[in-house]
Antibody, heavy 114, light 106 residues
Framework: EVQLLESGGGLVQPGGSLRLSCAAS????????MTWVRQAPGKGLEWVSS??????FYTDSVMGRFTISRDNSKDTLYLQMNSLRAEDTAIYYC?????????WGQGTLVTVSS | TVLTQSPGTLSLSPGEGATLSCWAS???????LAWYQQKPGQAPRLLIY???SRATGIPDRFSGSGSGTDFTLTISRLEPEDFAVYYC?????????FGQGTKVEI
C-alpha cells in the first residue's frame, strides 16, 4: 500500500523559510516522479512543482523561491520554501505522480502570517 | 492551459445522474485529462485518468469522456458518498493545471 506522510508545515512570517518533507513507502520511490500540489484555504488545487528521475519543474509563482529535491536513499521528497509570501498559505500535498496524481498524502498546512 | 468547470455547484438527490463539464482553453490530447474527487478535510482521490480510464477501486458508475477542449465526468446514479467536490486536471502542457472544481451537493 502506498503511503505518503508529509511533515514540516507550520506558521512562518512573510519572508521566512520552511522545508517540507514527505516520507514515502509502499512503492519504488526512486522510479517515480513526485509532485507537490497545494490548496489555499477554501480554494482549488494548484500544481506547485514536480521532480522526475532527472528533471525539476515549477509553477511560475514559486520559481526562484522554492526548490524541490529528493533523497532516494531515504525514500523522501522535500520542498525548500524561501521568501515566503502570504499567498503561499495552503495545505501542501505530496503526490505520487504519473502526469496525474495517483496517490496523495494527507497534506501539511503552511501558514504565512505576521 | 486554463480549465473551466461547470456548473460551479450541482444540487441533486441520491439516485440521480450527474454530468460535470470541463472545458480547456486549448485543444488537449485525447488522453491528457484526469478527474479527482475531494471530500471535506480529505486529500483528493484520483477517479479517472487518460480521459476515460477508471483508477483502481473506482466503481463503474463513474465514467469519463471527451476530446479536444470538451471533457465530461458522468456519475450514473449518485450514492450518498459521492457528494463532494470534483476537479479536472490536464497534463498536455506545463504547468499542469486544475479546474476550479464542481461541488456536487444534496
Amino acid at each position: 500500500e502506498v503511503q505518503l506522510l508529509e511533515s514540516g508545515g507550520g506558521l512562518v512570517q512573510p519572508g521566512g523559510s520552511l522545508r517540507l518533507s514527505c516520507a514515502a513507502s509502499g512503492f519504488t520511490f526512486s522510479s517515480h516522479t513526485m509532485t507537490w500540489v497545494r490548496q489555499a484555504p477554501g480554494k482549488g488545487l494548484e500544481w506547485v512543482s514536480s521532480i522526475s528521475v532527472a528533471d525539476t519543474f515549477y509553477t511560475d509563482s514559486v520559481m526562484g523561491r522554492f526548490t524541490i529535491s529528493r533523497d532516494n536513499s531515504k525514500d523522501t521528497l522535500y520542498l525548500q520554501m524561501n521568501s515566503l509570501r502570504a499567498e503561499d498559505t495552503a495545505i501542501y500535498y505530496c503526490v505520487k505522480w504519473r502526469y496525474y496524481g495517483d496517490s496523495w498524502g494527507q497534506g501539511t498546512l503552511v501558514t504565512v502570517s505576521s | 492551459t486554463v480549465l473551466t468547470q461547470s456548473p460551479g455547484t450541482l444540487s441533486l438527490s441520491p439516485g440521480e445522474g450527474a454530468t460535470l463539464s470541463c472545458w480547456a482553453s486549448r485543444s488537449l490530447c485525447s488522453s491528457c485529462l484526469a478527474w479527482y474527487q475531494q471530500k471535506p478535510g480529505q486529500a483528493p482521490r484520483l477517479l479517472i485518468y487518460n480521459t476515460s480510464s477508471r483508477a483502481t477501486g473506482i466503481p463503474d458508475r463513474f465514467s469519463g469522456s471527451g476530446s479536444g477542449t470538451d471533457f465530461t465526468l458522468t456519475i450514473s446514479r449518485l450514492e450518498p458518498e459521492d457528494f463532494a467536490v470534483y476537479y479536472c486536471q490536464q497534463y498536455y502542457s506545463l504547468p499542469r493545471t486544475f479546474g476550479q472544481g464542481t461541488k456536487v451537493e444534496i
